[in-house]
């Protein structure tokens, strides 16, 4: 059973993974008005992971018969310095969200919940990998510097990012039909 304090604190976590998407659409709304289009394009992808990983946590609540509870969304920044500021702004947010879950793991331990200890353990693999990927672009806009073909080649490097859905057993996306036994958002 999931108790209060859980359910509390996955439904802020829903929140939490909307900000994500929204600061993330934010981001590529700015790469756009740079005319950083391949950047921007990476950023729309990640904003797409984020919505996706909401989606699990709001079925996770519904197949635990739980009532999911939706909360505003904050407003992310407009604009950025520079695509730099961005990616590293994208870094420590994939740091905070880091901190939710190792949080939200600590809290499935203390109630001794290993369902939800069992289904967070997806969410710190892919951690791992959100703050490698940003980390990763800062550290290449870093080595490119000013230099605006070095820019321009690693704008069109990311354009190649592709969405892969999650492989998780929570995420069914809603245009989709849902696999027979799994929650129906």
Sequence with gaps: ?????????????????????????????????????GMAHWMWIQAHEEQTHATIFYNYIIERRRKVELEAVGKPPVTWASPLAIFEAAHEHEVHITGRINYLLGLAREENDNATYNMLQWFVQEQI?????????SQQIKIVGNDGRGILMLDRELAARAFVPPTNPYYTPFYAAPAAGAAVP
């Excluded at 304090?5 to 756009?32: G, P, R, T, W």
Aim: no cysteine; charged share 35%; aromatic share 8%.
């Design 1 to 37: 059973m999931v108790s209060e304090k859980m359910l509390e604190e996955l439904n802020k976590q829903i929140n939490e993974e909307v900000f994500s998407q929204y600061i993330y659409m934010a981001m590529a709304a700015d790469l756009f008005d740079k005319n950083l289009k």
């Design 129 to 137: 990998e959100e703050e490698a990927n940003t980390d990763e672009v």
